[in-house]
């Protein structure tokens, strides 16, 4: 009938439907769902993007490139028009030294490539055997300033030995900083870090090959002015 009240199965469903029940109803605020997408999304917004990393590795080789480059003009604008330039006889051991530094290139990737196949050990040996190759090419061109020291060839003596010293001289303490990323890959602790190894060893090979690449343009350079 029209004026009948309405069964009480009838009034619970009402009820569910406007929002009290489970079936069409909100899930409460604060559930375990949302927690758990709270933390993600702090965990992704604490944890610094891989773009940053690359990013400032980059604006330092770039740096490092336009003080190098300042120095080559300088190199070659006396080269060509001083009439007191005399030619510095480079020492041989500087060929040693640039094979070297070569090969430490080529075991770096070696380790990569062991890293990315999941050989942790064999990424560590070939990882501190480029390390200790960075330090042995160090000691050879320390070597070469001792030949030189030896011959009476100074600092001061001419524009080329003055070249010679600064040109090698800052090239090794910019590898130097490159020999303490790689000693930091080697011994840091990456359970606790906010970037994996794997990451952090590309972007040291990035400045790694860079310090090579240049070394390679800078003996060409002395080889060529002698």
């Known amino acids: 009938m029209?004026?009948?009240?309405?069964?009480?199965?009838?009034?619970?469903i009402i009820k569910d439907s406007r929002g009290?029940?489970?079936?069409?109803?909100?899930?409460?605020?604060?559930?375990?769902?949302?927690?758990?997408?709270?933390?993600?999304?702090?965990?992704?917004?604490?944890?610094?993007?891989?773009?940053r990393f690359s990013t400032g590795i980059a604006i330092g080789m770039v740096s490092i490139l336009m003080f190098f480059m300042a120095l080559a003009s300088a190199f070659l604008v006396l080269h060509h028009g001083?009439?007191?330039?005399?030619?510095v006889r480079l020492p041989r051991i500087l060929w040693a030294n640039t094979a070297v530094l070569l090969g430490s290139s080529f075991t770096l990737e070696r380790a990569r490539l062991r890293l990315s196949l999941g050989d942790a050990p064999a990424f560590r040996k070939l990882w501190l055997l480029t390390?200790?190759?960075?330090?042995?090419?160090?000691?050879?061109?320390?070597?070469?300033?001792?030949?030189?020291?030896?011959?009476?060839v100074y600092i001061a003596s001419n524009?080329?030995?003055?070249f010679f010293y600064i040109f090698t001289g800052a090239h090794g303490v910019h590898l130097l900083g490159g020999v303490a990323a790689l000693l930091?890959?080697?011994l840091h602790d990456f359970e606790k870090s906010q970037i994996s190894v794997s990451l952090a060893a590309e972007i040291t090979s990035y400045?790694?090959?860079f310090m090579d690449a240049l070394w390679i343009f800078l003996f060409a350079l002395l080889y060529l002015g002698k």
């Open 82 to 87: 001083s009439k007191v330039w005399v030619a």
């Open 131 to 152: 390390t200790g190759m960075g330090v042995l090419f160090v000691a050879g061109q320390l070597v070469a300033w001792r030949r030189l020291v030896a011959q009476g």
């Open 20 to 51: 009290g029940g489970g079936g069409g109803g909100r899930p409460p605020d604060g559930g375990d769902g949302g927690d758990d997408g709270d933390r993600d999304k702090r965990r992704r917004k604490g944890s610094p993007s891989p773009r």
């Open 159 to 162: 524009q080329a030995s003055s």
């Open 207 to 209: 400045y790694w090959h």
């Open 184 to 186: 930091f890959v080697a």
């Open 2 to 12: 029209a004026g009948a009240a309405a069964p009480p199965e009838i009034e619970l």
